[in-house]
């Protein structure tokens, strides 16, 4: 299993991670679209989230939003060494020098840990079908519960609470979650993702029609996310 890198700001996918085995069709659309390639558990895309944020709010009128799920590191695989957990230290620490996000550090004081980033995903997944208005916010909590509360979001226990927090009907979600149907569903996103080019998270792009057009390939500010989409949307 190749490594995790998370350098300059961007996650990138280990060429390993998924071979696509599903043609997925992408339809030409009528209203400009902002398409999110993230990962729950991409440091770079915590450090990017309050300004994506902001970038949909102040693009709403212009911009319709779409969350695709990268599928970072499905199944995991790494061991819970010292050296790997320095590794992630090394980068949750470039994250928070450039964006200003909080960590709970204490993370690493874990006895053991698998990344694997599947499961968090599946469960935007889920919500993304029986609450769909609270897919972008269940995505960011399940960010925030990670990365600054050390909060295990491959937990169902934890998934529960997020659902509680946001009023998800947990019994609803809870049987789809378990599934095999959404085990395979999830990776629709995760193929879509690649099949568009998509090796690293965050990626911005901004859908026009039949054409792509990339806000950011990795963790940018507001201003600089702001300026490229005025660009994309003016031409």
């Given at each position: 299993m190749s490594e995790l890198k998370c350098e300059d700001g961007v996650c990138e996918v280990p060429?390993?991670?998924?071979?696509?085995?599903?043609?997925?069709?992408?339809?030409?659309?009528?209203k400009p679209k902002l398409l999110y390639f993230g990962d729950p558990m991409c440091s770079w895309c915590w450090g990017v989230a309050n300004h994506l944020d902001a970038l949909i709010e102040e693009f709403s009128d212009k911009l319709s939003f779409e969350l695709v799920l990268g599928g970072l590191r499905p199944g995991g695989g790494e061991e819970w060494n010292e050296e790997f957990r320095n590794m992630l230290r090394t980068h949750w620490e470039h994250v928070h020098e450039a964006s200003g996000q909080p960590f709970d550090y204490s993370f690493f004081e874990r006895d053991a840990f698998e990344y694997d980033t599947e499961p968090p995903a599946r469960a935007v997944r889920v919500v993304r079908d029986?609450?769909?208005?609270?897919?972008?916010?269940?995505?960011?909590?399940?960010?925030?519960?990670?990365?600054?509360e050390n909060q295990n979001i491959l937990d169902p226990v934890v998934l529960e609470r997020a659902c509680t927090e946001l009023e998800i009907d947990y019994l609803a979600f809870e049987p789809l979650f378990e599934s095999e149907g959404y085990k395979r569903l999830v990776y629709q996103d995760f193929i879509r993702s690649q099949q568009l080019g998509v090796r690293g998270f965050p990626a911005i792009v901004i859908q026009k029609g039949e054409e792509y057009i990339a806000v950011t390939m990795g963790y940018s500010d507001l201003e600089t996310m702001k300026q490229r989409t005025v660009q994309i949307l003016a031409d």
């Open positions: 060429s390993q991670t998924t071979t696509p085995s599903a043609t997925i069709i992408q339809n030409p659309i009528d029986i609450a769909p208005d609270k897919e972008w916010e269940f995505y960011k909590l399940l960010q925030e519960m990670f990365y600054a």
